[in-house]
């Protein structure tokens, strides 16, 4: 365990370089997350590629976005496209 807190039903697991997050009750469904800048201890690197690109590579696919990154902006921010069974995939830059 290298984060959380087990009385608010999350916890994040590290077991070698794999990183697990578990949240019992915060998403109506299956979410599988992508932290764009961050390592696999969650510490910034000093080269990534920025959200916003992924988000243009995404669209440049002919894929749908359920939510979008501001591509006015640096810095934090998020997309979210769902799966074919429903479930969300988020790239969450926190850098």
Do not use: Y
Request: charged fraction near 20%; hydrophobic fraction near 40%; charge should be negative.
């Amino acid at each position: 365990m290298v984060g959380g807190e087990i009385a608010q039903n999350w916890l994040i697991l590290r077991n070698g370089s794999v990183t697990v997050g578990l949240f019992q009750g915060m998403f109506e469904r299956n979410i599988l997350t992508f932290n764009p800048g961050w390592d696999n201890t969650a510490q910034p690197v000093a080269q990534f590629t920025d959200v916003r690109e992924h988000q243009r590579q995404l669209k440049a696919r002919g894929l749908a976005l359920a939510s979008e990154a501001d591509e006015n902006t640096a810095g934090p921010a998020s997309l979210m496209l769902i799966d074919p069974d429903g479930n969300p995939i988020l790239r969450d830059q926190h850098v």
